[in-house]
């Protein structure tokens, strides 16, 4: 296939346009360049002939026309977004902006390329998004998400990614364009962009700063290896049913807390400080705004339909992820300047 991969140069963009070239597919990457997006990502694909770059803003309908027309994709990957909540919470419009209405432009140059081709069949619009869409669930462990929970979004950034998939199947229904959607869990693994809570962890580690965890560190969330969800993903646009949504999760369920806990007792062993453990740095620190309690995906559609399964438990996605950031120093000393990297954002 020829993909066409939009945010594919930020965390799980790049893995799945890595993993999409190995596989045999062309790539199309489709990026603004943005605060947290990085070529160095794909580095390692970039003189690939199956592979090309365009640097574009997915709100620029014209750009898009151009894209399209110059690649021709037989489907398209949507991952560009904004992501953080605690960026949510201090700037909303810039989320409304991408998610909204970037994918209003994205859905649009995507259905004016499908009808210039004649409505093939098999070209596919599939639409990446979160499973913080729906809310925030109570602690019972049998109660988890699935494609029939209803929507609930507690932020600014969920109820933007909550505004996209509607609009996704909104276009299938009324103009019958061909979508796939997706909804993960929290993801984590290697090129993960230093404001997120496992790099925040391991790089405030290292340099003997506070580990920060928010209100009491309660907060269960189910944690997917990115490498895991890539594979989902292009299994999910070539085989998902048209006009299917499939939830993404690592069936790796830990509060926050416990998760730092085992990112500490794994650097004290790769990374020993000499004296005590790194959980010695953990500082607890006023709690998000409107802050969901807990997240759990129920994965049996995609298992059972596609065949998909994680590859590895959490344990060992987060020492793959704590080796790759030990070893990975260069990319991730380069970031540390980026706007907002290193401040607590999203208090309100």
Same mark, same amino acid.
């Given at each position: 296939?020829?993909?066409?991969?939009?945010?594919?140069?930020?965390?799980?963009?790049?893995? +799945?346009?890595?993993?999409?070239?190995?596989?045999?597919?062309?790539? +199309?990457?489709?990026?603004?360049?943005?605060?947290?997006?990085?070529?160095?990502?794909?580095?390692?694909?970039?003189?690939?002939?199956?592979?090309? %770059?365009?640097?574009?803003?997915?709100?620029?309908?014209?750009?898009?026309?151009?894209?399209?027309?110059?690649?021709?994709?037989?489907?398209?990957?949507?991952?560009?977004?904004?992501?953080?909540?605690?960026?949510?919470?201090?700037?909303?419009?810039?989320?409304?902006?991408?998610?909204?209405?970037?994918? %209003?432009?994205?859905?649009?140059?995507?259905?004016?390329?499908?009808?210039?081709?004649?409505?093939?069949?098999?070209?596919?619009?599939?639409?990446?998004?979160?499973?913080?869409?729906?809310?925030?669930? $109570?602690?019972? $462990?049998?109660?988890?998400?699935?494609?029939?929970?209803?929507?609930?979004?507690?932020?600014?950034?969920?109820?933007?990614?909550?505004?996209?998939?509607?609009?996704?199947?909104?276009?299938?229904?009324?103009?019958? =364009?061909?979508?796939?959607?997706?909804?993960?869990?929290?993801?984590?693994?290697?090129?993960?962009?230093?404001?997120?809570?496992?790099?925040?962890?391991?790089?405030?580690?290292?340099?003997?700063?506070?580990? $920060?965890?928010?209100?009491?560190?309660?907060?269960?969330?189910?944690?997917?290896?990115?490498?895991?969800?890539?594979?989902?993903?292009? =299994?999910?646009?070539?085989?998902?049913?048209?006009?299917?949504?499939?939830?993404?999760?690592?069936?790796?369920?830990?509060?926050?807390?416990? =998760?730092?806990?085992?990112?500490?007792?794994?650097?004290?062993?790769?990374?020993?400080?000499?004296?005590?453990?790194?959980?010695?740095?953990?500082? %607890?620190?006023?709690?998000? $705004?409107?802050?969901?309690?807990?997240?759990?995906?129920?994965?049996?559609?995609?298992?059972?339909?596609?065949?998909?399964?994680?590859?590895?438990?959490?344990?060992?996605?987060?020492?793959?992820? +704590?080796?790759?950031?030990?070893?990975?120093?260069?990319?991730?000393?380069?970031?540390?300047?980026?706007?907002?990297?290193?401040?607590?954002?999203?208090?309100?």
């Amino acid at each position: 296939m020829k993909l066409l991969v939009t945010g594919g140069a930020g965390f799980i963009g790049s893995a +799945v346009v890595r993993r999409a070239v190995a596989q045999g597919h062309q790539v +199309v990457n489709l990026d603004a360049l943005t605060y947290a997006a990085c070529l160095e990502n794909v580095a390692s694909v970039a003189d690939s002939p199956a592979y090309a %770059f365009e640097r574009a803003d997915i709100r620029d309908r014209a750009a898009l026309d151009r894209i399209f027309a110059a690649h021709d994709p037989d489907a398209v990957m949507h991952l560009a977004a904004e992501s953080h909540v605690d960026r949510s919470i201090d700037g909303p419009a810039t989320f409304i902006e991408t998610n909204v209405m970037g994918t %209003f432009h994205m859905l649009e140059a995507a259905r004016a390329h499908w009808v210039r081709k004649g409505r093939p069949g098999d070209f596919r619009f599939h639409h990446i998004s979160t499973d913080e869409v729906y809310g925030s669930l $109570p602690a019972d $462990p049998a109660i988890r998400f699935t494609e029939d929970t209803s929507y609930d979004p507690r932020s600014p950034y969920s109820a933007s990614k909550a505004g996209s998939d509607h609009l996704v199947r909104a276009w299938h229904e009324t103009y019958g =364009l061909p979508v796939v959607l997706t909804n993960c869990s929290n993801n984590y693994g290697p090129y993960h962009f230093p404001e997120k809570l496992i790099p925040v962890i391991i790089l405030n580690a290292l340099a003997g700063k506070p580990l $920060p965890i928010y209100g009491d560190g309660s907060n269960v969330r189910d944690w997917l290896y990115v490498e895991d969800h890539a594979e989902a993903l292009l =299994l999910a646009v070539q085989k998902g049913a048209v006009g299917r949504s499939y939830n993404i999760g690592g069936g790796n369920e830990r509060s926050n807390l416990e =998760l730092v806990q085992a990112l500490c007792a794994i650097l004290d062993e790769k990374r020993p400080k000499g004296q005590g453990s790194y959980a010695n740095q953990i500082t %607890f620190v006023a709690d998000r $705004p409107g802050h969901d309690a807990r997240y759990a995906i129920d994965p049996s559609r995609i298992e059972e339909e596609l065949g998909w399964r994680p590859s590895v438990t959490v344990e060992e996605g987060l020492a793959h992820t +704590v080796e790759w950031y030990l070893d990975n120093e260069d990319w991730w000393r380069a970031l540390q300047s980026r706007e907002g990297v290193g401040k607590r954002l999203g208090t309100g």
